[in-house]
């Protein structure tokens, strides 16, 4: 995947290069001037101009775009891409000034990957794949932009269900039991936290690493080697539907526990070009459609969100958080999950992460 990648994007800057050697021939022949100037100096001055010369505008930002190259986003097929896709479907990004392109990854191990290699310029992730990636990158790392599920409580549901002949319905009746996250993402950082706050002691549950949803799901209801699970929606649905018990439902618990982020590579950010405002309003911009009329992206939402034909009926397209990033509050909690795991020597701060 990654070697058809590098050469689409080798022959995209192939021709960039050759657009931008044609506009500069251009120009030169124009005796040096820029598109707006050229504006500036026919009759009337740019408020009274013809319906060519209002195109030029759109024309100068879609060249600009075409230079630059594309904004390359890896993203998984979940709900909480859905506004990226509203971006480059209605023409946002473009709107913007901006190329984006969406590149997507079965597994968030492929997608970091991918960054780490050159091929992404940023990602729809969370901070805990955001710290690693920063932590091998180091200055050539991302920064969070923009909330994509987590903006309040009520989005990005994440249960711990039990398996449907297992007894277990309340938190307490956990312990003894083994629980299926993946190890070292936020599911287990998730269910750590559930069960501090619950006053459930963590050393009297077990911990299986079953990184693949679809499997735990299926483990789950056979309830032999685990006998609970964190699962987020839609699949957190189809386990409902299936028998399971839901424990602990992290939208009802008061507290806004999880949240992914889109993040930009640092060098986009401080580019001088204005990339992040474009990526931001175009983003903000998609948000808005969704939130004010949510069913007429209905059928986008099932085909992107990757919701499967019998759970389409169950799952509305969500609302999402204009204007979002995390608090510090919720970055703090992540680093020093991940310092008490191991997985980074030194906690990353605020300012490190997320670009307000």
Do not use: W
């Not at 190329?99 to 310029?121: C, H, K, P, T």
């Not at 299926?180 to 459930?200: A, P």
């Not at 963590?202 to 690493?209: A, H, I």
């Not at 590579?265 to 949510?294: C, H, Q, S, W």
């Amino acid at each position: 995947m990654i070697s058809t990648i590098r050469k689409t994007i080798q022959k995209r800057r192939a021709a960039a290069l050759a657009v931008l050697v044609l506009l500069c021939l251009l120009t030169a022949g124009c005796g040096g001037r820029s598109a707006k100037q050229a504006g500036e100096d026919q009759p009337g001055g740019t408020q009274q101009q013809t319906g060519e010369d209002q195109s030029g505008g759109a024309q100068q930002q879609a060249g600009e775009a075409e230079t630059r190259g594309p904004v390359r986003i890896g993203v998984l097929q979940i709900a909480d891409s859905f506004p990226l896709y509203v971006a480059v479907e209605e023409g946002l990004f473009q709107k913007h000034g901006l190329d984006v392109e969406i590149i997507e990854f079965q597994s968030a191990s492929d997608q970091s990957v991918a960054y780490e290699a050159g091929e992404l310029d940023g990602m729809m992730t969370d901070m805990i794949v955001q710290s690693l990636i920063n932590k091998s990158s180091a200055e050539d790392g991302m920064k969070t932009v923009a909330m994509a599920f987590g903006g309040d409580a009520s989005e990005g549901r994440f249960i711990v269900a039990s398996a449907p002949d297992s007894g277990i319905s309340a938190p307490e009746q956990l312990a003894g039991s083994k629980i299926g996250i993946s190890e070292n993402t936020m599911m287990e950082y998730l269910v750590g936290r559930y069960l501090e706050d619950l006053g459930v002691d963590l050393s009297s549950v077990e911990m299986v690493n079953i990184p693949k949803l679809t499997l735990r799901l299926d483990l789950l209801m056979e309830g032999s080697d685990i006998q609970a699970a964190i699962l987020p929606d839609p699949l957190a649905i189809e386990a409902e539907s299936r028998g399971c018990g839901t424990v602990i439902d992290d939208t009802k618990l008061g507290k806004n526990y999880s949240q992914s982020v889109v993040t930009l590579r640092k060098a986009l950010i401080e580019d001088g070009a204005g990339t992040l405002d474009a990526f931001r309003d175009a983003y903000n911009e998609a948000i808005e459609k969704i939130n004010v009329d949510p069913d007429a992206c209905l059928e986008l939402f099932y085909e992107k969100a990757n919701v499967a034909e019998p759970l389409q009926g169950r799952y509305a397209v969500p609302s999402y958080t204009l204007d979002c990033v995390p608090t510090e509050e919720d970055v703090a909690s992540i680093e020093e999950f991940m310092v008490n795991k191991g997985l980074l020597d030194s906690p990353f701060t605020y300012e490190e992460m997320v670009v307000q």
